[in-house]
């Protein structure tokens, strides 16, 4: 049991990285700028001065130093410089609308402790009167009090269940696809690659994603797959009671096929517990507890995990499956101008690489709803111009784009495969469509 714990420990620091009122007057302050300068440096007479609004923006990242201390690959490097790297991209460019400039209120949280998301939440709010924010992996609770307790738009990076989105509107947006939408699509890739035809299926999910795994459910009695094994967790702490209980069962129930809908600690010790047993079913995967990533997977026991197929909504895998990727390029290439950094394009994607280009997909998406509403930029416009932005492509994930009606983001997924030889990930479809 030792072992199984510590693996999980380390597991999870992998899958982490790869993780009142408020008006818009508040949030916002004119400054005047500066004359313009000639090339030479002096300044330029052109009459009256621009104005200029600045707005602060919340950037909410997970504090992961004491993860690293484990391996350095861990790491997800400064996001708070990584956002700065994106602004700046921005002013040099020209990107930024006319007469708008940003303030970046940097956020880190506990990714495994509630209490801090939520004390972020406030902070952001209440302290910092931010116009916006946008945050990065497992921040799920701190998303949702921004939008329901403070009314301030969050872009979110996990996918939430489809109620959370019905409390949080219209100001609670998210990056990757809503559960019942990932979790259906999931339940029609894994029908769909083959590995489900006349197999005895188990399933073991954490009951935060019940919503989603109850649509895929219904899925899959609709489609006649033979669903013989379902154990639930709560999700809380690292690890769970059920981790071993989960395998015994599926060894009881001779399960072929099975799906660890957990968390990474949990997902560990499922593959060692396993293993132990001399137990193999086929693994089928997805990002659910960012569990395809490279730093992740490498974790899991290769005797186990070797070959997997998952479900992706990320770009993971195209460099090692030699797809160029233009837009990932200009994003490092502008962080390592700006940082004064290299970042390898070799090996592994790490948790730096990763987040480098999850921070530019963000503030991508951040600059559709700037863009859209500078004419007027209050909240309110905000939001209304994200859900009209319509496709905004992105660097280190799938395409996609909002409406009133949906504030998911991603619309496409791809299925990629793990090689422990690697070890890494490997695109091996192209891109296609979500069912909705």
């Not at 999980?8 to 990285?17: C, E, T």
């Not at 303030?103 to 939520?118: D, G, M, Q, R, T």
């Not at 269940?161 to 019942?180: I, K, M, Q, V």
């Not at 499956?321 to 090996?347: F, K, M, Q, T």
Request: charged residues 20%; negative net charge.
């Amino acid at each position: 049991m030792h072992k199984f714990k510590a693996v999980a420990l380390v597991a999870v620091a992998a899958l982490i990285a790869a993780a009142c009122s408020d008006s818009n007057d508040e949030s916002t302050t004119d400054e005047t700028s500066a004359a313009p300068t000639s090339q030479d440096g002096s300044t330029e007479t052109t009459g009256a001065a621009v104005p200029v609004q600045v707005i602060k923006i919340g950037y909410a990242f997970p504090d992961l130093a004491a993860f690293a201390v484990l391996n350095k690959s861990f790491a997800i490097g400064d996001p708070k410089l990584q956002a700065e790297a994106v602004v700046d991209g921005w002013r040099r460019d020209g990107l930024l609308p006319a007469g708008i400039d940003i303030e970046l209120v940097a956020a880190p949280y506990n990714i495994i402790e509630p209490a801090a998301k939520l004390g972020v939440c406030t902070s952001l709010a209440q302290d910092e009167q931010v116009f916006a924010v946008v945050a990065g992996i497992a921040f799920t609770e701190g998303a949702e009090c921004l939008a329901t307790r403070y009314q301030t738009p969050i872009i979110d990076t996990d996918g939430a269940e489809p109620s959370a989105y019905g409390r949080g509107a219209p100001w609670f947006f998210t990056l990757r696809p809503d559960h019942a939408m990932q979790f259906v699509n999931f339940g029609q890739w894994a029908i769909d690659t083959g590995e489900l035809d006349g197999k005895r299926v188990g399933m073991y999910f954490e009951t935060k994603i019940a919503e989603g795994v109850d649509a895929m459910r219904q899925l899959f009695d609709e489609q006649g797959v033979n669903l013989v094994s379902v154990t639930e967790t709560s999700g809380i702490g690292i690890g769970g009671a059920e981790d071993p209980l989960s395998i015994e069962r599926f060894i009881a129930d001779d399960v072929e096929v099975a799906l660890p809908l957990v968390g990474g600690s949990s997902a560990a010790n499922m593959y060692g517990f396993a293993k132990g047993q001399g137990y193999r079913p086929v693994w089928l995967d997805m990002d659910y507890s960012e569990h395809t990533t490279d730093v992740a997977a490498k974790t899991n026991p290769a005797e186990q995990y070797d070959g997997t197929l998952a479900m992706t909504v990320a770009r993971v895998g195209e460099r090692a499956s030699g797809i160029a990727n233009p837009g990932a390029e200009a994003c490092l290439a502008n962080y390592e101008r700006y940082a004064a950094v290299d970042i390898s394009r070799e090996g592994i994607e790490t948790g730096e690489y990763s987040s480098i280009l999850r921070t530019c997909d963000l503030f991508a998406v951040l600059l559709a709803g700037l863009t859209g509403a500078a004419d007027d930029l209050t909240k309110e416009n905000f939001v209304a111009a994200l859900e009209n932005a319509g496709t905004i492509e992105l660097v280190g994930s799938g395409n996609g784009s909002f409406t009133a009606d949906d504030h998911s983001f991603i619309d496409e997924y791809r299925t990629i495969q793990w090689d422990a030889s690697c070890p890494c990930w490997k695109a091996v479809s192209d891109f296609v469509p979500m069912r909705k």
